[in-house]
């Protein structure tokens, strides 16, 4: 099975901060995403990536930035925190095609002070 | 917005009963997928129909998928208390990027 691990589970911060959320995924997977969930909501995807240094912006971008340098790890960047990206965040990984199932990460809960 | 939308919003059932959630969406469909989110945990894939197909099953779940009212429905037989969780459906657009689009969930209580 696809194990997906993201670097927190809690994380506190305060606004302005710049945060880092770390994923990694151990089975070669292509695809991987960020999204966050807030109540009344669901998910909403922020960006994903399909390879190595590429990345394509989701439905809710602004306000955040990824790297994927190394195909099993993709990272979620608040460049300067906001009270209202207090959220869960949940990355996930998939195979490079269609008709694939996601594969989660536990999520991490930010709250931004 | 093209985001599922999954009714009913929240959902409570005896255990051994049956529970159905249904799931709406506004365009073109390649496939839809449900997941299950047990509280404060990441999703777990339960199953995915293409939209050729117009049932799936999958042990106690069972899926169709009618893309003509663009509606899937999910029935969970003889629930049991560990079926507690937020229901999600998700869709992949048939431009083929292989992006998902969420609905807002079903949450699902079984009284034991």
């Known amino acids: 099975d696809v194990k997906v691990t993201q670097s927190s589970r809690y994380l506190v911060k305060r606004t302005g901060e710049k945060v880092f959320l770390e994923c990694v995924q151990d089975?070669?997977?292509?695809?991987m995403f960020w999204y966050r969930q807030d109540p009344g909501l669901g998910l909403r995807l922020i960006y994903f990536?399909?390879?190595?240094?590429?990345?394509e912006k989701g439905d809710i971008p602004e306000g955040y930035s990824v790297s994927r340098e190394k195909k099993e790890r993709f990272s979620l960047i608040l460049e300067s925190a906001s009270t209202n990206q207090t959220s869960m965040y949940l990355c996930?990984?998939?195979?490079?095609?269609?008709?694939?199932?996601?594969?989660f990460g536990p999520g991490t809960r930010l709250t931004v002070l | 917005s093209q985001q599922g939308e999954e009714d009913p919003q929240a959902l409570s059932i005896q255990e051994g009963e049956n529970a159905t959630m249904n799931c709406s969406y506004k365009?073109?469909?390649?496939?839809l997928q449900w997941y299950r989110q047990n509280s404060g945990r990441g999703l777990v894939h339960l199953i995915l129909?293409?939209?050729?197909?117009r049932e799936k099953h999958s042990g106690r779940l069972r899926v169709t998928l009618d893309t003509s009212k663009k509606s899937s429905s999910l029935l969970i037989t003889a629930s049991r208390a560990a079926d507690t969780a937020s229901y999600f459906c998700a869709t992949e657009f048939n431009f083929g990027n292989e992006k998902l689009t969420f609905g807002t969930g079903t949450r699902l209580t079984i009284i034991p």
């Open positions: 129909i293409r939209s050729n197909e």
């Open positions: 089975m070669d997977h292509e695809n």
């Open positions: 996930a990984a998939a195979q490079y095609s269609s008709y694939n199932e996601q594969f």
């Open positions: 365009t073109s469909i390649n496939n």
């Open positions: 990536s399909y390879d190595v240094k590429m990345k």
